[in-house]
């Protein structure tokens, strides 16, 4: 089983840009599929982006067109590029990765990062 650390959140401003990294070591097939979550205060975790190792992507309705996930495979490494960011944006964001090719829902991930704060002020 593989293990995620986040890091690059923060606080910026509305329609300023922020990239994060998930760091996974362990085996690469814990990682066949590697997601973002969001979860804001009092509201349930929810679905930002997932991408394959072969690069399949999905997105959230709420962050297409804004956001971009990517991977480095030789690193084991995730990426969420979060462009024009809005206040509603706010909440800790979690990586999270499954060796399940159709993983898609919260409940389908084992693996999961520590989380990183982002804060978009209006």
């Known amino acids: 089983q593989a293990q995620l650390a986040e890091s690059g959140g923060g606080l910026v401003q509305a329609g300023d840009s922020l990239r994060l990294s998930c760091a996974a070591s362990?085996?690469?097939?814990?990682?066949?599929?590697m997601a973002w979550f969001c979860q804001a205060p009092g509201k349930e975790r929810k679905f930002v982006a997932s991408?394959?190792?072969?690069?399949?992507?999905y997105y959230a309705d709420s962050v297409k067109g804004r956001f971009t996930m990517s991977r480095d495979n030789a690193k084991n490494t995730a990426y969420l590029q979060m462009n024009s960011l809005k206040p509603e944006d706010t909440a800790v964001y979690y990586c999270?990765?499954?060796?399940?090719?159709?993983?898609?829902?919260?409940?389908?991930?084992?693996?999961w990062g520590q989380g990183t704060q982002v804060t978009v002020s209006s």
């Open positions: 999270a990765a499954s060796s399940w090719y159709n993983a898609r829902a919260a409940q389908d991930f084992v693996t």
């Open positions: 362990g085996r690469a097939s814990s990682t066949t599929i």
């Open positions: 991408m394959s190792r072969g690069g399949v992507t």
